[in-house]
C-alpha cells in the first residue's frame, strides 16, 4: 500500500514552460486535492476534487488546470509557469470530504521556475 | 478572513522534556480542528482531530486540548523525543465552505 505517490520529486522549469504534476492514490479514496507550500505560510488549497468526474477551485487557482483522470490520479498543470509558482506542491486524498475525514498527503513536488 | 494563528513559531527543548504549542482561530462557524506533524522534506501526518463537542484527545505522547468558547487549542508533547522535530501544523475547518484553513506550524526542534 503506497498511500498517496507524487511525481516528479523535484524540477526546474524556465518561466513560460509548461508541466503536468502527477499524482496517485491506491487508498480507493473519492476525494483528492491540491496543494502549495510556501515559505512562511500555511498550505493553500489549489484545486479539489470531491469525486471521480467532479474538479473545483480552491483559494489559489489561477495559473492551474487539473484533471481527475479517474478515480486513483488527479494532475495539477501548469501551462505557462511563472516565478511566483516556485513552491512546494502536495497532493492529498481521503476517503469522502474533508468535513471529517482525514487527508493523506504525498511526498510533495518541489518545483522551482526561473 | 478566517485565520489560524499558531505560537510559538519556533521552540528548541532538550530530549525528555515536555512542550506545549498553542492555536488560535477565528474560523467561524467552527466545525473541526486537527492537527498535523510535518516532518522536513514530507507531506503533512495527522495527530488529532477534535470535533466541538470534544475538549481532549490523545494519540501516544500527544495531547490535544480545545476550547471552543474561546477558540484556542493546543498540542501537548511528553517526553519528547528526537523524532518529534517537526513543523505541527493546526487546521480548522469551517462548516461554511470547502476549504481547510492552515495555521502556518510551530518548528520544534529536539536535541540530545
Known amino acids: 500500500n503506497a498511500g498517496v505517490t507524487q511525481t516528479p520529486k523535484f524540477q526546474v522549469l524556465k518561466t513560460g514552460q509548461s508541466m503536468t504534476l502527477q499524482c496517485a492514490q491506491d487508498m480507493n479514496h473519492n476525494s483528492m486535492y491540491w496543494y502549495r507550500q510556501d515559505p512562511g505560510m500555511g498550505l493553500r488549497l489549489i484545486y479539489y476534487?470531491?469525486?471521480?468526474?467532479?474538479?473545483d477551485k480552491g483559494e489559489v487557482p489561477n495559473g492551474y488546470n487539473v484533471s481527475r483522470l479517474n478515480k486513483r490520479e488527479f494532475s495539477l498543470r501548469l501551462e505557462s509557469a511563472a516565478p511566483s509558482q516556485t513552491s512546494v506542491y502536495f497532493c492529498a486524498s481521503s476517503a469522502r470530504g474533508p468535513i471529517t475525514d482525514t487527508q493523506y498527503f504525498g511526498p510533495g513536488t518541489r518545483l522551482t521556475v526561473l | 478572513k478566517n485565520q489560524v494563528e499558531q505560537s510559538p513559531q519556533s521552540l528548541i527543548i532538550l530530549e525528555g522534556k515536555n512542550c506545549t504549542l498553542q492555536c488560535n482561530y477565528t474560523v467561524s462557524p467552527f466545525s473541526n480542528l486537527r492537527w498535523y506533524k510535518q516532518d522536513t522534506g514530507r507531506g503533512p501526518v495527522s495527530l488529532t482531530i477534535?470535533?466541538?463537542?470534544?475538549n481532549t484527545k490523545s494519540n501516544g505522547r500527544y495531547t490535544a486540548t480545545l476550547d471552543a468558547d474561546t477558540k484556542q487549542s493546543s498540542l501537548h508533547i511528553t517526553a519528547s523525543q528526537l523524532s518529534d522535530s517537526a513543523s505541527y501544523i493546526c487546521v480548522v475547518r469551517s462548516n461554511s465552505g470547502y476549504a481547510l484553513n492552515f495555521g502556518k506550524g510551530t518548528s520544534l526542534l529536539v536535541t540530545p
Open positions: 476534487s470531491a469525486s471521480e468526474g467532479t474538479t
Open positions: 477534535m470535533t466541538f463537542s470534544e
